[in-house]
């Protein structure tokens, strides 16, 4: 079975941070682009960054340029977010996602449950 | 960035109703469009790719068109488990922005 399994939420301080993990299995991870999106609470869908099969591009959403780092481990089918300078405003389910392709220009067809990020002192 | 005008944003139907939801690009994504449902509680799921394009197991009650900048998602006979969020996708270029949703609700 295709599953994408996220990990590592939780309750952060502003200005703290955080490394998000998602676990692939029942497909060839290092053959599919992957992103991350993120739905704040009551909110739409925002995607917040992508990285190509062979984790040689990686693409990030202007507002989280520069703080969140995505990137994978093909060895371990393992995607990762590494979120630094949190602000409460980055409060969100946070949702691992498989593109139906090498690269990110493509849809989104396999969606973990999210993980739950809490920034909040 | 191109940005993604979904409408509207909330609509109330009946089971049996044809519903039609519109999403416009600012700028021409060919047809790098996409479109999500999304339960209450749930992960969104992947309903249409490449702005026509049925995902597999998926009703044939959904269908999308459109291509340059303005596309719709049409539901030809609304079910009572098709009660959820719909947002729109453009994977053209970075970012791979969503449209702002549509909720359909029970009349």
């Known amino acids: 079975e295709v599953q994408l399994l996220e990990s590592g939420g939780g309750l952060v301080q502003p200005g703290g941070s955080l490394r998000l993990s998602c676990t692939a299995s029942?497909?060839?991870?290092?053959?599919?682009?992957m992103s991350w999106v993120r739905q704040a609470p009551g909110k739409g869908l925002e995607w917040v960054s992508g990285?190509?099969?062979?984790?040689?591009?990686?693409f990030h959403a202007d507002s989280m340029k520069g703080r969140f780092t995505i990137s994978r481990d093909n060895s371990k089918n393992t995607l990762y977010l590494q979120m630094n300078s949190l602000r409460a405003e980055d409060t969100a389910v946070y949702y691992c996602a498989r593109h139906t392709q090498q690269i990110v220009y493509y849809a989104m067809d396999v969606w973990g449950q999210g993980t739950s990020v809490t920034v909040s002192s | 960035d191109i940005q993604m005008t979904q409408s509207p944003s909330s609509l109330s139907a009946s089971v049996g109703d044809r519903v039609n939801i519109t999403c416009r690009a600012s700028?021409?994504?060919?047809?790098?469009l996409n479109w999500y449902q999304q339960r209450p509680g749930k992960a969104p799921e992947l309903l249409i790719y490449s702005a026509s394009n049925l995902q597999s197991g998926v009703p044939s009650r959904f269908s999308g068109g459109g291509s340059g900048t303005d596309f719709t998602l049409t539901i030809s006979s609304l079910q009572p488990e098709d009660f959820a969020t719909y947002y729109c996708?453009?994977?053209?270029?970075?970012?791979?922005?969503f449209g702002g949703g549509t909720k359909v609700e029970i009349k």
């Open positions: 029942g497909f060839t991870f290092r053959t599919y682009a």
């Open positions: 700028q021409s994504i060919s047809n790098y």
């Open positions: 996708q453009k994977t053209y270029n970075i970012p791979l922005t």
């Open positions: 990285i190509f099969g062979s984790g040689g591009s990686t």
